[in-house]
T-cell receptor, first 113, second 114 residues
Framework: EPEVTQTPSHQVTQMGQEVILRCVPI?????FYWYRQILGQKVEFLVS????????KSEIFDDQFSVERPDGSNFTLKIRSTKLEDSAMYFC???????????FGDGTRLSIL | DQQVKQNSPSLSVQEGRISILNCDYT??????FLWYKKYPAEGPTFLIS?????DKNEDGRFTVFLNKSAKHLSLHIVPSQPGDSAVYFC?????????????FGAGTRLAVHP
């Protein structure tokens, strides 16, 4: 069964550094998402992406965050200047259309020191 | 107000018995709900969904019930198996067209013991 693939599984970064989290969505999917889960808290929506542009973003998704689909297969989340509170599990998800469930990757654990 | 609540952080059930996981929501405009299962070190895996035009949806051992007037849904697992031990998330799909986001509950950790 096709899967959403995320790399790396764990990223450790110094505060203030830039980090890029990578995702390969399922190949025929058209809608892409990033969610995050801070330890002990709910999974929360960050951003949705369709047709090479952001369709919605949450309050969390400020100017330090950006997303990109640099080629036909990858979908990336960049945090320009990381803060301690960015430490979380980051999940990528994709789907074919609104009537289908979103499929999630196994996440990237981001640790900011 | 857009909240999804799972008020039971954990549930312990004996193998073979029924597991019932509950979920409440605050916004009566929510019209599509999903249950995801999550094992440690893995992402959420889609389990079953229900649209607000239905009050029940069944898939094998899993059944989801929706009570719109009470803004409540539940997931029934019958019979429960040890492999069902995981965290279960209830989520509401919000938005129109393809620009949907999911709003998650806090999750319920199910432990199925022999």
């Amino acid at each position: 069964e096709p899967e959403v693939t995320q790399t790396p599984s764990h990223q450790v970064t110094q505060m203030g550094q830039e980090v890029i989290l990578r995702c390969v969505p399922i190949s025929n999917h058209l809608y892409f998402y990033w969610y995050r889960q801070i330890l002990g808290q709910k999974v929360e929506f960050l951003v949705s992406f369709y047709n090479n542009e952001i369709s919605e973003k949450s309050e969390i998704f400020d100017d330090q965050f950006s997303v990109e689909r640099p080629d036909g297969s990858n979908f990336t989340l960049k945090i320009r200047s990381t803060k301690l509170e960015d430490s979380a599990m980051y999940f990528c998800a994709s789907t074919t259309d609104s009537n289908q469930p979103q499929h999630f990757g196994d996440g990237t654990r981001l640790s900011i020191l | 107000d857009q909240q999804v609540k799972q008020n039971s952080p954990s549930l312990s059930v004996q193998e073979g018995r029924i597991s019932i996981l509950n979920c409440d929501y605050t916004n009566s405009m929510f019209d599509y709900f999903l249950w995801y299962k999550k094992y440690p070190a893995e992402g959420p895996t889609f389990l079953i969904s229900i649209s607000s035009i239905k009050d029940k949806n069944e898939d094998g051992r899993f059944t989801v019930f929706l009570n719109k007037s009470a803004k409540h849904l539940s997931l029934h697992i019958v019979p429960s198996q040890p492999g069902d031990s995981a965290v279960y998330f209830c989520a509401a799909k919000v938005g129109s067209g393809g620009y949907n986001k999911l709003i998650f509950g806090a999750g319920t950790r199910l432990a199925v013991h022999p």
